[in-house]
């Protein structure tokens, strides 16, 4: 069993960065690709990005491309996702996810993840 708590979340104004962290403990970490989805009120969970086991490849929503980045630190067990130049539409509840599939493809889509986080709640004022 694979366990995700998310951290970092919060209430910041537009324009701020904010950065989300996600520690994963169960499992070897660096065997799985490791994703970040989020869910506004009323609204589908989305895909927001994708890194894989070592890090070599990555793949982002075009909502947040050129503004989030996602990074994981195999050492520390922790995915993150560093987050600038935020705006109201980026409100949601962030979570972390697992792929332990062992696919080459960076999944995008909820099913493609085995594990997810509670998530945290970034909160963006207009």
């Known amino acids: 069993q694979v366990q995700l708590v998310e951290s970092g979340g919060g209430l910041v104004q537009a324009g701020d960065s904010l950065k989300l962290s996600c520690a994963v403990s169960?499992?070897?970490?660096?065997?799985?690709?490791m994703g970040w989805f989020r869910q506004a009120p009323g609204k589908e969970r989305e895909f927001v990005a994708t890194?894989?086991?070592?890090?070599?490849?990555?793949n982002y929503a075009d909502s947040v491309k050129g503004r989030f980045t996602i990074s994981r630190d195999n050492a520390k067990n922790t995915v993150y996702l560093q987050m600038n130049s935020l705006k109201p539409d980026d409100t949601a509840v962030y979570y972390c996810a697992a792929d332990g599939s062992g696919r080459i493809r960076l999944g995008v889509q909820r099913g493609d993840y085995n594990y997810w986080g509670q998530g945290t709640q970034v909160t963006v004022s207009s």
């Open positions: 169960g499992r070897t970490f660096s065997n799985y690709a």
């Open positions: 890194i894989s086991r070592l890090s070599t490849r990555t």
